[in-house]
């Protein structure tokens, strides 16, 4: 049976306010959160989604990654759960939105259903995916890459944060490691709700992204090995200097980037020198590149283009070059049916939309290898994330819910 019609839409102010309260755990310095995954915000945080759930009538289960499950139950016993997923941990100075927008997104979907005694065929389950962003422990959605399989869970479990900690330590420190298998669920379909994290929905005054597609990506973590020596008393043509070779392949990867327009992008976004101190020069610099494109072919030559010229790099300046690919997953086509269902339900609901690919990964692009699996995009002014100054609507984020809320319908299909 098709979902109810156009009148249909989600509780606007129980949504924003559930987001404002969120925001109140894990706050940043700058207006925005800094609820890093397997800290002691994130486990409040996690508590409090727990509560709501619980309030709203669903079950909550918790695997060996710490990632959530909270079910609404169907009217069949045999039905595949219909999942709604997205994150709650942020990055150090991130915003209220990216992530949490789609698991209390998902949660205010339940409540809705609750407040109208609609029921499914198919149970709900509205997910919060564990170290989706991958701040503390790399690679990025590291749970959801577990879970299907990607991922082994002893490699994830012994990450180490900058300090040294890792992810099954700090796991169980807070008190989130579940027992239920990893990956041990099966699901019907997969939606997520997101912010876009890019300027071109707000840019072209639409309201609603219809997500079709996911840029591939290579996370490529560099270590260069030069000598440490006095920055003063060492002359130039001496020097086996690790950040100068940083410097050159820093504009190496534009290079590499730009050559391989349109849709590509390339970048460095994280460094750490040692001993990082002024007047000496690096011993060993490590960075991660970043480089990311829907197109396969496009990106495997722009890995091999970027390791090779960074090796001979290297090799002109004597210094030592090692590389690890510490995040990666392949381009990623969404389920035509259930975009199809999306985009019917922005049409029916009367919103503006435009089909768009995402820039950025989410825990989407590994359920899809496990699942039918699509993603709703809520314009963010200025295209910012990643940044405590992130921001949205109410309008925004009530109109993808109610997209949300149509296309999940029509999926889990209402019993009359």
């Not at 695997?63 to 039905?79: I, K, L, S, Y």
């Not at 890019?198 to 560099?222: D, M, R, S, Y």
């Not at 030069?226 to 820093?250: C, D, Q, W, Y």
């Not at 072919?297 to 090779?308: H, P, T």
């Amino acid at each position: 049976m098709s979902a109810p019609g156009e009148n249909l839409r989600i509780n606007s102010a129980r949504l924003w306010d559930s987001l404002m309260d969120m925001a109140k755990i894990g706050p940043g310095v700058a207006g925005g959160n800094n609820r890093q995954t397997l800290t002691d915000a994130d486990a409040e945080g996690r508590a409090l989604f727990q509560s709501w759930c619980e309030a709203a009538g669903m079950t909550m289960g918790v695997d060996q990654m710490g990632t959530m499950f909270a079910t609404r139950a169907g009217e069949d016993p045999d039905a595949l759960p219909v999942y709604i997923g997205s994150h709650l941990d942020t990055q150090p100075t991130g915003g209220k939105f990216d992530g949490v927008l789609g698991v209390l997104g998902g949660l205010e979907v339940i409540r809705s259903l609750n407040d109208l005694g609609i029921r499914t065929k198919h149970p709900i389950v509205v997910t919060n995916w564990a170290n989706e962003e991958g701040a503390r422990f790399a690679p990025a959605m590291l749970a959801s890459g577990v879970f299907v399989g990607e991922i082994g869970l002893d490699y994830a479990y012994a990450r180490k944060d900058l300090d040294g900690k890792t992810y099954g330590e700090e796991l169980a420190r807070i008190g989130w490691k579940g027992t239920e298998p990893v990956g041990a669920r099966k699901m019907h379909a997969y939606f997520e709700y997101h912010i876009e994290q890019g300027p071109i929905l707000e840019a072209e005054a639409k309201t609603i992204g219809v997500v079709t597609h996911v840029q591939g990506l290579w996370w490529l973590e560099f270590t260069l090995t030069g000598k440490e020596a006095h920055t003063g008393s060492t002359p130039m043509a001496m020097r086996v200097n690790a950040g100068l070779a940083m410097a050159r392949i820093f504009e190496m990867v534009q290079e590499v980037a730009m050559a391989a327009q349109p849709d590509a992008v390339g970048g460095v976004g994280q460094v750490t020198f040692s001993p990082n101190s002024r007047n000496v020069l690096p011993g060993k610099v490590v960075f991660t590149v970043d480089i990311r494109t829907v197109d396969q072919a496009k990106l495997d030559q722009m890995r091999a283009e970027i390791e090779s010229r960074a090796a001979q790099i290297c090799a002109d300046l004597g210094v030592g070059c090692a590389v690890e690919a510490v995040g990666h997953f392949d381009p990623v086509t969404f389920d035509p049916v259930l975009v199809g269902r999306v985009r019917d339900a922005v049409e029916k609901l009367g919103y503006s939309h435009k089909d768009i690919v995402s820039g950025a990964g989410h825990d989407a692009c590994w359920a899809a290898k496990v699942a039918p699996a699509t993603m709703i995009f809520c314009p963010c002014v200025g295209g910012l994330s990643h940044n405590e100054a992130e921001e949205i609507s109410p309008e925004w984020a009530a109109a993808g819910a109610d997209v949300l809320l149509h296309a999940v319908l029509e999926t889990a299909e209402v019993v009359a």
